[in-house]
């Protein structure tokens, strides 16, 4: 079987004309020239970006996937081909839907009729890993029971894409090996991160805790709304959420014709954005039209909950000192705060990445802020600190890809949208929670816990060390936990636990 889909993907590989690739290139050009010589006919009209797409919907719903992941990481392709990869359809044929009786009653335990009241054998979407009916819970006391929509893993799909994966490594090595630019594509990386992403939504539960969080994240809320989690209707190969009624968000002439304010729904998008990002540092990874839908009330609906990214504090913290120093212009301060976060090496000089950063950024300026793509400008400094041998972290990809989905369709629904307008408002409010008296409070309140454990033995330590009892032992300790503390938070602690001891030391 290996054998038989290697051959195939030679074969999409030399219909396509893919093997231009390797034209001109010493070690691998013989692959070019034999092609060529080749007398089987192909259509070669298209530019080979297209074409790219084209093979891999050929190939299958695997590696059409493998393409929208691709497409997300801008930082190691050309624009051309991240444009291309983004506009792969993921157009699967739905599997029956007595197959979906017998996957959901395997998983839970009992029959389709007994689960729902009802259930909708045909398909509301269908696409590589996953399939939608519509369903509806048994009712109480006489009432109708909820409305339901229940994804159902494609049966099967295991072996498929465990053999893909492999094949997907083996040209990845081949990539790395042959071809000059190889090692700083990371094709090994990438297949590994795409390995990582579809066995997550092999695991139904995994997208279920993911909604679970992001609803209560947005408990209340009067931007976005995220259905309920039926866990007891769901298991690995099937998830039963609330079913939500909505117009999907790419219907414009829909939206307006239900008297949904666009403007103000473009504003909600970017505040839903910088809400996850730097409130929750979680954050929905794959929100592009197809899994956002809008509610009669004007608030949008999230759907699909497969991709989700996660920020640190320290993610979170750069990132804001990034974005605002980007809008003041000070391009010093976008460099020092790279070398800090530790995306450049240490030793990077502060002055040549500004200067790089500074030749980036300053042509946009030029532009109304309305006019300015804050996700290509990402995409832009990305692509000029390769040379820096910056390293590109998953989550701010993801976060970058979120970013861009966001902005166009912010800009989709009001072209005059302002992000910085709408978003610099938020960002000087969280950084001064950071970073004043009440994020001082927040950080002590939350090491009190920890404290209550260390305060009764500081006295005793110290003491150990003044007096040279174990200070060896002591001091390594002490080292070690240096080591292992952020600078930040060990400043902190240290100070109030010293103050601590000296209260103590006197008043025993």
């Known amino acids: 079987m290996r054998i038989a889909r290697f051959s195939k993907i030679v074969a999409t590989f030399y219909r396509f004309g893919l093997d231009e690739f390797f034209a001109g290139r010493a070690r691998v050009g013989f692959i070019h020239r ?23 919907e050929a190939l299958g719903p695997i590696f059409v996937k493998f ?12 624009e051309a081909y991240a444009d ?5 359809q993921d157009n699967v044929q739905a599997f029956d839907g007595a197959i979906s009786h017998q996957v959901i009653a395997r998983n839970l335990g009992r029959p ?13 979407a269908s696409a590589s890993v996953a399939q939608v009916h519509r369903a509806r819970l048994h009712g109480t006391d006489g009432k109708p029971g909820r409305a339901v929509a229940v994804k159902v893993l494609r049966p099967g799909i295991l072996p498929v894409i465990e053999q893909d994966l492999a094949l997907m490594r083996l040209l990845a090595r081949l990539v790395e090996r042959f071809l000059p630019d190889g090692k700083r594509l990371k094709p090994l990386e990438v ?7 579809l066995h997550d939504e092999l695991d139904l539960m995994h997208e279920a805790g993911n909604a679970s969080q992001l609803r209560r994240n947005f408990t209340g809320s009067d931007m976005l709304l995220v259905p309920e989690v039926f866990y007891d209707y769901s298991a690995r190969e099937v998830l039963t959420l609330e079913w939500m009624d909505g117009i999907p968000v790419g219907q414009i002439e829909r939206l307006r014709e239900a008297g949904v304010d666009l403007k103000k729904l473009s504003r909600f998008g970017v505040e839903i954005f910088f809400t996850q990002v730097f409130r929750h540092g979680f954050f929905h990874a ?9 509610a009669d009330d004007g608030r949008y609906i999230a759907l699909d909950f497969g991709i989700v990214g996660s920020l640190t504090e320290s993610d979170k913290h750069y990132l804001a000192v990034n974005f605002l120093a980007f809008f003041n212009r000070d391009y010093h301060r976008v460099a020092t705060a790279h070398i800090e976060s530790g995306w450049v090496p240490k030793d990077t000089r502060a002055e040549e990445l500004e200067a790089a950063v500074r030749t980036v950024c300053e042509p946009i300026f030029d532009k109304p802020l309305s006019q300015i793509s804050f996700g290509l400008v990402l995409l832009r400094l990305f692509e000029t600190s390769r ?14 890809k979120t970013l861009l989905n966001i902005e166009g369709l912010g800009r989709q629904l009001d072209p005059d949208l302002d992000l910085w307008d709408t978003a610099k408002p938020f960002l000087t409010k969280w950084m001064n929670e950071q970073i004043g008296w009440r994020g001082l409070l927040r950080t002590l309140k939350n090491e009190v816990p920890e404290w209550a454990t260390t305060l009764p033995a500081i006295p005793r330590k110290l003491n150990e060390v003044l007096s040279g009892k174990g200070s060896e032992l002591a001091v390594q300790g002490y080292i070690q936990l240096m080591r292992e503390q952020k600078t930040q938070n060990f400043m902190l602690k240290l100070i109030a636990l010293l103050l601590a001891a000296l209260l103590l030391r006197d008043w025993l």
Do not use: K, W
Not at 41 to 52: H, I, K
Not at 84 to 88: E, I, V
Not at 112 to 124: G, R
């Open 387 to 400: 040379r820096f041998n910056v390293e590109i972290q998953p989550q701010l990809v993801l976060l970058q």
């Open 191 to 197: 297949v590994a991160e795409f390995d990582r992403h």
């Open 67 to 78: 393409g929208q992941v691709l497409s997300t990481r801008r930082d190691l392709l050309p």
């Open 84 to 88: 291309a990869l983004a506009h792969l």
């Open 112 to 124: 389709v009729a007994e689960l729902y009241a009802e259930f909708d054998d045909v398909p509301v």
């Open 34 to 56: 034999l092609c060529q010589l080749t007398p089987l006919p192909r259509d070669l009209s298209a530019p080979l970006p297209q074409r790219v797409r084209l093979a891999l």
């Open 286 to 294: 794959d929100m592009h039209p197809g899994n956002i839908f809008v």
